[in-house]
């Protein structure tokens, strides 16, 4: 038998670390390759670890609630020996002695589909040690030298737990351990000394609740606050006459090729503005600083923002320009669902093009929605009102809603912003017109 260790693959888009949310085994049980082993949550999704291996779980290294950063470990395996691939022993000649040098043994780990390309090198994962760390059963690992990754505050993951449950940020904390390591009494002195200076607060009496800023609600506003200060934004808005649209939606619903997609008013809305954009372009656009360009293109990944338990995401329909009615219906139904079981995939969490809100679903007739970072324009869509409005010469009750879009100033003037929503609302406000858009 030999023991693997499996570190935290690298899950794409940039992201460095994830925090354990559940593990799917425990010490001792047998697993299967591909079997799920753990779940993590990353600062855009859940992301279900598989087991790289046949094999018995031999150790679990980092306790749930715990961040980890990639190339740490999580678990080792106990495996059979032929499990792992192994490099064929190099054609080197035979020395004065007769002697071929020592097969190398190839220590790559497996490359699960999805996580990045393998390490052209044999070496693993750069990570931190962890004084006293022991492999599998072994003995005690020596602490490594500091790498990238020390900038990271060090500690280990009781520590870690016993920081987050006091609210601590350990960036805020200076370890008092080897080499920076924080540890259980830096976290105790921190908090007392933080009680001293807060005692009125910090009562029993005290009626606040201090949430830690982390994963999806971090990445938001980290991305909200490059976006509002990271590009000239304005506003316009428009409020429409939608009836004739919701009625388009009753009939479609009773159509059998609409039967499985089930359309509903935001996915006409999307397919008002993908026609829109093939006249105003600029808005499907985004302002590259380094090359001093403005990049267009020629396709449209649509964002759909959904509020979910973990905050506001916006998985993306990648080339919506290219799909029906109903496929974009579905498309939708099926982002929203995946999005609030927390199950979207990093990748489809980011490249979208343009994006839309639908804040009617909360009541709220409009409001100034800020642009996904990297795009030029987001549109939101408000609550229908049955009220009065002019119709035929008359007043008559009408279905009416609100649409309300942002724009970045540097790319789309205030007169493509108009006329693009104003082919948005045309749309609405009488299906038949997208025939002539087309």
């Given at each position: 038998m030999a023991v693997r260790e499996f570190a935290l693959p690298d899950l794409g888009e940039g992201l460095t670390e994830s925090e354990l949310v559940a593990w799917k085994v425990a010490v001792g049980d047998t697993v299967q390759l591909n079997q799920i082993i753990a779940e993590v949550e990353t600062a855009k999704a859940l992301v279900e670890l598989p087991a790289p291996y046949d094999g018995r779980v031999s150790r679990l290294f980092v306790e749930p609630g715990v961040t980890v950063a990639v190339g740490e470990p999580l678990v080792a395996f106990e495996v059979e020996a032929g499990e792992t691939p192994e490099a064929e022993p190099p054609a080197a000649p035979e020395d004065g002695g007769g002697q071929r040098p020592a097969p190398e043994v190839d220590k790559r780990e497996p490359t699960l589909v999805g996580y990045g390309a393998r390490p052209e090198s044999g070496a693993r994962p750069a990570r931190r040690a962890r004084p006293g760390l022991a492999i599998g059963r072994g003995a005690p690992v020596a602490p490594a030298a500091p790498v990238a990754l020390a900038e990271r505050p060090r500690a280990t993951p009781p520590v870690r737990k016993f920081a987050r449950e006091h609210g601590i940020d350990l960036a805020s904390v200076v370890g008092s351990g080897e080499r920076g390591l924080i540890t259980r009494g830096d976290i105790q002195s921190f908090v007392e000394h933080a009680a001293e200076e807060t005692t009125a607060a910090a009562s029993a009496g005290s009626r606040e609740k201090r949430i830690p800023i982390r994963g999806v609600r971090k990445a938001t506003a980290e991305a909200m606050v490059r976006s509002?200060?990271?590009?000239?934004?304005?506003?316009?808005?428009?409020?429409?006459?939608?009836?004739?649209?919701?009625?388009?939606?009753?009939?479609?619903?009773?159509?059998?090729?609409?039967?499985?997609?089930?359309?509903?008013?935001?996915?006409?809305?999307?397919?008002?503005?993908?026609?829109?954009?093939?006249?105003?372009?600029?808005?499907?656009?985004?302002?590259?600083?380094?090359?001093?360009?403005?990049?267009?293109?020629?396709?449209?990944?649509?964002?759909?923002?959904?509020?979910?338990?973990?905050?506001?995401?916006?998985?993306?329909?990648?080339?919506?320009?290219?799909?029906?009615?109903?496929?974009?219906?579905?498309?939708?139904?099926?982002?929203?669902?995946?999005?609030?079981?927390?199950?979207?995939?990093?990748?489809?969490?980011?490249?979208?093009t343009i994006t839309i809100t639908n804040v009617g679903v909360f009541g709220v007739d409009a409001g100034t929605p800020i642009l996904t970072p990297g795009e030029a324009a987001i549109l939101a869509v408000g609550a229908v009102r049955r009220q009065p409005w002019e119709h035929d010469g008359g007043i008559a009750l009408r279905d009416v809603l609100t649409l309300a879009l942002t724009f970045d100033h540097r790319i789309v003037d205030g007169e493509q912003a108009s006329r693009f929503l104003a082919d948005v609302g045309r749309i609405l406000a009488d299906p038949a017109s997208a025939l002539a858009l087309l």
């Open positions: 509002a200060f990271g590009a000239p934004q304005a506003t316009v808005f428009l409020t429409v006459d939608a009836t004739p649209t919701l009625e388009l939606v009753a009939r479609l619903r009773t159509q059998p090729e609409f039967a499985d997609a089930r359309p509903g008013l935001l996915a006409v809305v999307a397919k008002a503005l993908l026609i829109g954009i093939r006249r105003t372009p600029e808005v499907n656009s985004r302002w590259d600083e380094a090359a001093n360009e403005i990049v267009q293109a020629d396709y449209v990944h649509l964002g759909i923002a959904a509020a979910t338990p973990r905050g506001l995401m916006v998985p993306v329909i990648r080339d919506a320009d290219a799909m029906a009615l109903a496929a974009i219906s579905g498309a939708i139904r099926q982002l929203a669902e995946t999005a609030r079981a927390g199950r979207t995939a990093p990748a489809d969490l980011s490249g979208g």
